[in-house]
Each structure stands twice: as C-alpha cells, then as structure tokens.
C-alpha cells in the first residue's frame, strides 16, 4: 500500500512540472512544433468509420423509440446554443432536444464551423423526431442523430462539414445527400462507447526464440517482439513485459481487425495507436501515430512478416538483414532488422473475447506480426510513454512488488484482472490537464 501511495505521489508531481500541464502540447525544448492536421473532405455517400451505422464499431444498435411520455425521455436535453440555428419545422422545440453526448459532440462542432468559416454557423435541420417521418429503426427518434447544414445553406462546404463532424467526435458522420450531412452517436449507457485500448486474448505474440504465444497467456517478466524506438522506427528487439495496463479476461469488445497486403491481420480496440503513413507516401519518413478507428485501406502499418511495401524493400536492401541464425538462436548484427511498410488492404469491425494491455519497457509491442503502441486514449506516443515511465522505473528498481504487493516476483505476477490502478490515475490526471481533443473521442477503457 505504502508503495501504491508513494508511486501515485511521485507520478502526480512529475505530471504536474511536465509539459502536460502546459495545456497546448510541448513547447519550446520539447521538439518542433507539430503542423496543423490536413482535414480531407468526404465524398458525397461518403461514411465515417467505414461500417454500418448500427454497429458497434459507429453509433451502435437502435434501442427504442423514445417519446414525451416514455420514461426514458429524460435522457434528452435541449440544446439552446445560440451559435446553433436549429430549423424547428414543427415549431415544437423537438430538433432542440438530443442526448448528452450528441449534444457535446453538436456544440463541438459548432465552433469548428465558426472557425473554418468566419461568419457562418452551424445549421441543424432535423434533430429527435416524434412524428415517425424517418425509417423505422432511426437514431432520430432516440435523439441520438442530427442532419446538418451550415446556415449559408452554400453546398460546396457540405463535405468538409462533414469531415469537421467526424473531427468533432460523431461515432458515424454520413455525407448522405448534397442537401445535408448525416451525423448519430452511440447511446449514453452504451457498452460499446467505452472501447479502451486492448488486444482480445487470441491475438499472438512472438516470445524471445521466436515462439508464439496467445495474449491470454502472456505474463509480466516475459520478452516479447518490439520495437527498441518507441516511435516505431527503430530495430527489432525483445522488450520484457512490465505489467498489463489493462487486463479483463471476460470482456466482450468491439474491436478493429486491419488485413495488410502481406496477409498480417491486427485485432485491436479504437482507441488503440499503432504507427501508420498516408495512402499517398509509404515510407518511414512519413510515419506517425494513429488512432485505430482512423487508420484505413491504403495506409501502411509496419509488419515483421514477408516483405513490405516497394518503397520500403528498396530501403531495406541498403540496410541488409537484422536477424541471422545459428545453432537454433537468433543473434542480432549491427544492422539491426527492423519491420516492413505494408499497405493495409480492408478494415472489418467485430467483437472479442478477452481485452489486454501490456505494457513493455519499449511501449511497442509486435501483434498478430504487426508493430502497434502499448499505449492507447491519447493522440500522442511520446507523451504517453513519457507518463508511464515512472512506472516503468520504479519497476525495474523493485522487480514485481509494484504488482504483487509484496508477494515473491517473478514471471507471472502481476495478472490482476481490471485496469491498473497507475493507468486509471493517469487518465484522470490527463483529463484534467489536456485538451479533449487530444483524446480518442469514444473515451477511455473502463472494467468490465
């Protein structure tokens, strides 16, 4: 207990002098400062994520129409945002009223507009409905969806409105038609909206001597296929396993399965980073971290089976071989091996069994022969590895007995079932100090 008390102390005191409480990200002496993010329009019929509306990887299902006299009207609350222009066709206040989370996501993105286009605003023209003019499953009549336009009414904005919904945290923005952009969420007590960041527990990973091993098998003090940058970019190695940020064996998620052109397919939750490039350029250059649920067919993810992208076999020749064999052991040479750039092909949402998080001392872990962060919820790599560090020191300073409370270490200590009590204290450390823009907008993992 004192050990808890002590580590939660110094991990707050180190938060609290770091950058994170700078509130706008690292300044100066902290790196370059990162360009504005590059928004791409939808396509008319375009979707975001590219599922079905009702599933758990977008809004989630339909649960019932609501009306004034049903008891879970009360789940809806007015929007009286004046810097929202609701349409009100009924001039019955109904287009006003919307669930708590459709009405965070709304005011979200009414400033995006004001910013994208000074003098313009937000323009909602069909909200909860109650009079049965939508189909019959619709998200309408819970109040959990809105058709957009901007109050110019000037159609040419329409796709970019719809990519600043997506930016604002809709669960599924649709550019339906070129007179509005569709936008729902998921409901407010919606299993499906708290997503974590998790690996379910079939997923493989590759042990020191090349032997793989199911994630629910996996336990701390073992070393598993890593990266030594926690970038991504640097040389493979064997990182040991520190703890699992987040263990629940029983779980029922929905996670993001990504099949690669090379036939390496990664299962993983939303709001999990993994290391990807653009469509456009497929090179190491071009890597950077991402949210799952953003990552589509076209990016490159960096595999360690077959051979990557055309651009990275060239580079890749130059460099030579990392691993060489001998006598049954892998022994490493100064140039170092290092994963392969491979387009992913398609993207599939479905549900798992089991949800795990391990931490490694590298922050990167190699999945299902797929290089992906330990790390998930924030948008920022190195700011997440930064914060666990003390985690990771205090660890290799007293073994086990941060896990175990006091119990013998050793390898498979430290399998408590649940979020890890430093993970938990940090997300509510980080929600205070950071933007909420910097986190993946289905929130963050919860137990159960």
Request: one cysteine or more.
């Amino acid at each position: 207990m004192r050990l808890q008390v002590f580590l939660g102390v110094f991990s707050v005191c180190a938060l609290a002098f770091s950058p994170v409480a700078e509130g706008c990200g690292p300044g100066r002496g902290y790196g370059k400062r990162r360009p504005p993010k590059k928004l791409t329009p939808l396509n008319l019929k375009q979707f975001s994520p590219n599922v079905a509306e009702k599933t758990l990887g977008a809004s989630g299902r339909y649960e019932g129409k609501i009306t004034r006299n049903s008891e879970r009207f009360k789940e809806l609350t007015p929007n009286y945002n004046p810097d929202i222009i609701f349409k009100d066709e009924e001039n019955t206040g109904a287009d006003r009223l919307m669930t708590q989370r459709c009405k965070d996501k709304l005011n979200a993105l009414a400033i995006s507009v004001m910013n994208m286009w000074p003098g313009v605003n937000l323009r909602v023209t069909e909200g909860w409905d109650e009079d049965g003019h939508h189909s019959e499953d619709s998200l309408h009549y819970e109040g959990r969806a809105v058709d957009i336009t901007t109050s110019d009414r000037d159609r040419n904005k329409y796709a970019m409105l719809a990519r600043l919904a997506v930016e604002a945290g809709f669960d599924w923005v649709y550019y339906e038609s070129k007179a509005h952009v569709h936008c729902s969420v998921k409901s407010e007590h919606s299993v499906a909206a708290k997503t974590g960041g998790c690996f379910p527990g079939n997923a493989l990973v590759t042990l020191e001597g090349g032997a793989k091993r199911l994630m629910r098998d996996l336990r701390p003090g073992e070393r598993v296929l890593a990266s030594s940058g926690s970038d991504g970019s640097g040389e493979l190695v064997y990182s040991e396993v520190v703890t699992f940020l987040d263990r629940q064996p029983d779980a029922r998620k929905s996670f993001y399965t990504l099949g690669t052109a090379r036939g390496a397919n990664l299962t993983l939750t939303a709001a999990h980073l993994l290391f990807v490039t653009d469509a456009g350029d497929c090179s190491r250059g071009a890597l950077r971290e991402a949210f799952a649920s953003d990552v589509g067919p076209g990016q490159c993810v960096l595999t360690t089976s077959g051979d990557g992208d055309q651009e990275e076999e060239e580079e890749e020749e130059e460099e030579g071989e990392s691993f060489w064999r001998r006598g049954g052991e892998e022994k490493k040479k100064k140039s170092g091996r290092r994963a392969h750039l491979t387009r992913v092909t398609w993207v599939e949402v479905r549900e798992d069994r089991g949800a795990y998080a391990p931490l490694t001392r590298h922050g990167t872990v190699v999945v299902d022969d797929v290089l992906a962060s330990c790390y998930a919820a924030v948008d920022q790599q190195w700011l997440a590895h930064w914060a666990l560090a003390p985690l990771r020191v205090l660890h290799g300073l007293m073994g086990q007995a941060a896990n175990t409370g006091g119990r013998e270490a050793g390898v498979g200590a430290g399998t408590e079932t649940g979020t890890h009590w430093y993970a938990w204290l940090l997300q509510w450390v980080g929600s205070m100090l950071l933007d909420p823009s910097h986190f993946h907008p289905w929130g963050m993992a919860t137990d159960g």
